[in-house]
């Protein structure tokens, strides 16, 4: 059974970084579709796409973080990465990884079998 764990989260400035880490367990991910998804404060019941990295297509942000964030992975060590720039308050979210067997540029929940707990980042000055 595959296990993912983020890392990385906390308290940051406007205007701050972050960088998460996913690392997967109990198997592969190299053929999979790894992504980000945020539950904003008041919304936790909506996952809200981020980026996403395909081992076929490249990489797709949503248009709130895309020139700020920035998505990456490393085949060798089961993980995927988001490097945060300019991070503001509206950042403000529980930030979780996913991964998509179908290796597309998927954006939507429901096509990720895999689930990590999230981390939390707050972007508060």
């Known amino acids: 059974q595959v296990q993912m764990t983020e890392s990385g989260g906390g308290l940051v400035q406007p205007g701050g970084s972050l960088r998460l880490t996913c690392t997967a367990s109990?198997?592969?991910?190299?053929?999979?579709?790894m992504a980000w998804f945020r539950q904003a404060p008041g919304n936790e019941q909506e996952r809200e796409f981020v980026?996403?990295?395909?081992?076929?297509?490249?990489?797709y942000y949503s248009d709130s973080v895309k020139g700020r964030f920035t998505i990456s992975r490393d085949h060798r060590k089961n993980a995927v990465f988001l490097q945060m720039y300019n991070l503001k308050p509206e950042d403000t979210a529980v930030y979780s990884c996913?991964?998509?067997?179908?290796?597309?540029?998927?954006?939507?929940?429901?096509?990720?079998?895999?689930w990590g707990q999230g981390t939390q980042v707050t972007v508060s000055s």
């Open positions: 996913a991964a998509s067997s179908r290796g597309r540029l998927t954006t939507m929940p429901p096509q990720y079998e895999y």
């Open positions: 109990g198997g592969s991910l190299s053929d999979y579709s």
């Open positions: 980026a996403v990295i395909s081992p076929y297509l490249g990489t």
